[in-house]
């Protein structure tokens, strides 16, 4: 991608130093025996020992780390998704009409959100109850090197397809689906709408002159890696339909182009197909 970089976006949430999950019991008037006890918590979920005393507060819940964590490894990376974000959530302020921005919230390891407990093995996610999207940096080296999708645009299509959610959630898509009753067809169909939406973001970036020779066969590469069949298939041995969330290689690329062809979030269209 041809993109100039600059500095952290105002709606990014670092939170890899420390703060991303509680700790229970309260530390008022702790002593020797309270504070190793902490240490040995820092140690083994590899956060700031000092930074995790500092945060926690009387009730026994540990703070959001509020000082940006400066690690020179991986503050280009900071500063990419940055870009990928503002340029998404500007973009789509000009198309949906009272959009209101996402958060961005980089962890390690594990993180605590309005949707529950995680850890950075379920992958990438956003979450309605707090409109915030979640990514721990070490996945895209997964993308990479476990999935087989390189490239910086196919780590933008990852963002890009969170954002999608997030659209859906201002457009009360979600909503409507929930009260429905959600199935595994309505979440293939939430999936793939959000690809169609990663797409028409890369429309808007291609007009934008963002986009470089081979950038789109990135973004259809990470959409056909992260399919549900091919993953079955790597993992249980044998691919059954029934039990897809996301939808298959074939599903996600092709919503991925409809998105990226037209530009226009009116294509994306999946619950009336």
Request: overall charge negative.
């Amino acid at each position: 991608m041809r993109w100039i970089p600059g500095g952290r976006s105002r709606n990014l949430e670092d939170r890899r130093g420390g703060g991303g999950m509680g700790l229970p019991g309260g530390l008022g008037g702790m002593g020797i025996g309270g504070i190793v006890l902490v240490v040995a918590f820092a140690l083994i979920t590899k956060q700031n020992p000092l930074a995790l005393l500092g945060a926690m507060s009387g009730d026994g819940s540990a703070a959001v780390a509020t000082e940006p964590i400066e690690d020179p490894a991986e503050e280009p990376q900071v500063r990419f998704v940055s870009m990928v974000l503002d340029s998404a959530q500007a973009m789509w302020h000009g198309k949906v009409e009272g959009y209101r921005d996402a958060k961005l919230v980089l962890f390690r390891d594990r993180v605590q959100s309005a949707c529950g407990f995680a850890q950075a093995a379920s992958g990438p996610f956003y979450c309605p109850g707090d409109e915030k999207v979640y990514i721990d940096l070490g996945f895209y080296a997964e993308l990479k090197e476990r999935f087989g999708a390189p490239g910086d645009f196919a780590e933008a299509y990852v963002l890009a397809h969170e954002i999608g959610h997030h659209v859906q959630k201002v457009l009360g898509t979600m909503d409507q689906v929930a009260a429905q009753g959600r199935n595994n067809a309505q979440s293939v169909k939430l999936e793939l709408q959000a690809d169609c939406y990663a797409g028409v973001w890369a429309h808007s970036a291609a007009q934008a002159g963002m986009l470089e020779a081979g950038d789109l066969e990135e973004g259809l590469g990470a959409a056909s890696a992260v399919g549900d069949d091919r993953l079955q298939r790597a993992t249980e041995g044998t691919v059954n339909p029934e039990s897809w969330t996301h939808g298959s290689s074939a599903q996600r690329m092709e919503w991925f182009r409809r998105g990226a062809g037209s530009g226009n979030p009116a294509a994306c269209d999946t619950f009336s197909r």
